[in-house]
């Protein structure tokens, strides 16, 4: 027990360090934390650090608060998804969707194509389908406060990319799911219970909320049932075949956004923040267990620099085309392109599901990894550029984001 508390003392205190510091660069809190596992992890000293901090018998006790944290963050995610920013940005969607969706993933499928030489796959179908899911995907928590941080909260640039973050996000993780059934081979049976899952939780989950839940215990004894719900439900979807963060993103959609008294929904995203705020951590530090840079060579630089080029090049050039087709001027269109190349944490989540079911190799990993740190980390300076220097990177004070929580400030 002595050794799992200071393990996680000594990732906690890493990780809120490195967060600090990034925030004093102007980066997400998410890029210091997650730079911080990558430093815990076997890339320096040969693994000795993480030998020495997180001995074998206290990992996959860390292992399980990690799988904690991450429902907390899938179930905030989906908490924060509102259709009413959707529905106001309709007439666009198709062109932007088209732009930040499908060019993204068809130069991503075309790099999974050539590297599959180098990192051969079990089923190459699911291995491109994946790659290129994984360089189309936006980081909805990142990107919203970005927005808020350089003052476009209540520009048209802001509601477009926080409109086609959520399509983005609902359609990148229902194609996951797809893949994560094939990867997996399914549970035969199991699978038959996701479509009465799926209606229990769009139908049945919002009324018990409203009448049972909300509607007669006090905040304090509904907001543990609340977590009780989204850990169940990711563990619903972990034993039917799919990854946890399916059930509890799904738990969090389905909360009802009106009926619920006192402001529940409200305040439900400002109480459940602060733990998985602290279990997040361990999540990027059991990732970084896996990634290790110290054996890069010619080949993998060369690996790593068409990764970014794909990544970035497909996400600038897709967004700023279909905005463009879609009548937005120059510069929304530039700034739209930015934002939407941001990935983050939500990037990381679906590599470690993609490395824990096989479809990466460890190398594969560590290099989309530090992909998805470098597009985050130049998303700023880049916003800045594209806004030809109007934006200052100072939000308005107190600024909110337009959503039920501030669920994942920073990240």
Same mark, same amino acid.
């Given at each position: 027990?002595?050794?799992?508390?200071?393990?996680?003392?000594?990732?906690?205190?890493?990780?809120?360090?490195?967060?600090?510091?990034?925030?004093?660069?102007?980066?997400?809190?998410?890029?210091?934390?997650?730079?911080?596992?990558?430093?815990?992890?076997?890339?320096?000293?040969?693994?000795?650090?993480?030998?020495?901090?997180?001995?074998?018998?206290?990992?996959?006790?860390?292992?399980?608060?990690?799988?904690?944290?991450?429902?907390?963050?899938?179930?905030?995610?989906?908490?924060?998804?509102?259709?009413?920013?959707?529905?106001?940005?309709?007439?666009?969607?198709?062109?932007?969707?088209?732009? +930040?969706?499908?060019?993204?993933?068809?130069?991503?499928?075309?790099?999974?194509?050539?590297?599959? @030489?180098?990192?051969?796959?079990?089923?190459?179908?699911?291995?491109?389908?994946?790659?290129?899911?994984?360089?189309?995907?936006?980081?909805?928590?990142?990107?919203?406060?970005?927005?808020?941080?350089?003052g476009l909260l209540a520009s048209r640039?802001?509601?477009?990319?926080?409109?086609?973050?959520?399509?983005?996000?609902?359609?990148?993780?229902?194609?996951?799911?797809?893949?994560?059934?094939v990867a997996a081979g399914g549970h035969?049976?199991?699978? &038959?219970? &996701?479509?009465?899952?799926?209606?229990?939780?769009?139908?049945?989950?919002?009324?018990?909320?409203?009448?049972q839940v909300v509607g007669r215990l006090?905040?304090?004894?509904?907001?543990?049932?609340?977590?009780?719900?989204?850990?169940? +439900?990711?563990?619903?979807?972990?034993?039917?075949?799919?990854?946890?963060?399916?059930?509890?993103?799904?738990?969090?959609?389905?909360?009802?956004?009106?009926?619920?008294?006192? @402001?529940?929904?409200?305040?439900?995203?400002?109480?459940?923040?602060?733990?998985?705020?602290?279990?997040?951590?361990?999540?990027?530090?059991?990732?970084?267990?896996?990634?290790?840079?110290?054996?890069?060579?010619?080949?993998?630089?060369?690996?790593?620099?068409?990764?970014?080029?794909?990544? @970035?090049?497909?996400?600038?050039?897709?967004?700023?085309?279909?905005?463009?087709?879609?009548?937005?001027?120059?510069?929304?269109?530039?700034?739209?392109?930015?934002?939407?190349?941001?990935?983050?944490?939500?990037?990381?989540? &679906?590599?470690?599901? @993609?490395? +824990?079911?096989?479809?990466?190799?460890?190398?594969?990993?560590?290099?989309?990894?530090?992909?998805?740190?470098?597009?985050?980390?130049?998303?700023?300076?880049?916003?800045?550029?594209? +806004?030809?220097?109007?934006?200052?990177?100072?939000?308005?004070?107190?600024?909110?984001?337009?959503?039920?929580?501030?669920?994942?400030?920073?990240?």
């Amino acid at each position: 027990m002595s050794s799992l508390l200071l393990a996680l003392a000594a990732l906690v205190l890493v990780c809120q360090v490195m967060a600090a510091l990034a925030r004093r660069l102007g980066q997400p809190s998410v890029v210091g934390e997650i730079v911080g596992g990558l430093l815990l992890g076997p890339t320096l000293f040969g693994g000795r650090v993480t030998d020495t901090l997180f001995p074998a018998d206290t990992r996959s006790l860390l292992g399980a608060f990690a799988n904690v944290g991450v429902a907390l963050f899938m179930f905030l995610v989906g908490l924060e998804f509102d259709p009413r920013v959707v529905r106001r940005s309709a007439g666009m969607m198709g062109w932007l969707c088209a732009g +930040s969706l499908v060019v993204p993933f068809g130069l991503g499928a075309l790099l999974a194509f050539r590297l599959l @030489g180098d990192h051969p796959s079990r089923e190459p179908v699911v291995f491109v389908v994946f790659l290129g899911t994984a360089m189309a995907v936006t980081a909805f928590p990142v990107l919203a406060r970005i927005i808020v941080d350089f003052g476009l909260l209540a520009s048209r640039v802001g509601g477009l990319a926080l409109a086609l973050a959520a399509v983005g996000d609902v359609i990148a993780w229902t194609v996951l799911a797809v893949v994560v059934l094939v990867a997996a081979g399914g549970h035969s049976w199991h699978l &038959l219970l &996701l479509l009465p899952y799926a209606a229990a939780m769009v139908f049945v989950v919002p009324w018990l909320l409203r009448r049972q839940v909300v509607g007669r215990l006090p905040q304090s004894a509904a907001t543990p049932l609340v977590v009780a719900g989204v850990l169940a +439900s990711g563990g619903a979807t972990e034993w039917m075949g799919l990854h946890l963060i399916f059930g509890a993103f799904l738990f969090g959609l389905v909360v009802p956004r009106t009926g619920l008294r006192g @402001g529940f929904r409200e305040r439900l995203g400002t109480s459940i923040e602060p733990l998985a705020s602290f279990l997040m951590p361990i999540y990027f530090v059991v990732a970084g267990f896996r990634v290790d840079l110290s054996h890069l060579d010619v080949t993998a630089i060369g690996e790593l620099l068409l990764i970014l080029l794909v990544a @970035g090049g497909g996400k600038l050039l897709g967004v700023y085309g279909g905005a463009r087709a879609a009548r937005l001027d120059h510069r929304s269109a530039a700034m739209l392109a930015t934002l939407m190349n941001v990935r983050g944490l939500t990037e990381l989540v &679906l590599l470690t599901v @993609g490395l +824990s079911l096989g479809i990466l190799d460890a190398d594969l990993y560590s290099l989309m990894v530090v992909m998805a740190v470098v597009t985050t980390v130049v998303s700023g300076p880049l916003l800045r550029l594209s +806004s030809g220097s109007s934006l200052k990177g100072e939000g308005a004070p107190g600024a909110r984001l337009p959503t039920p929580s501030r669920s994942e400030e920073g990240r």
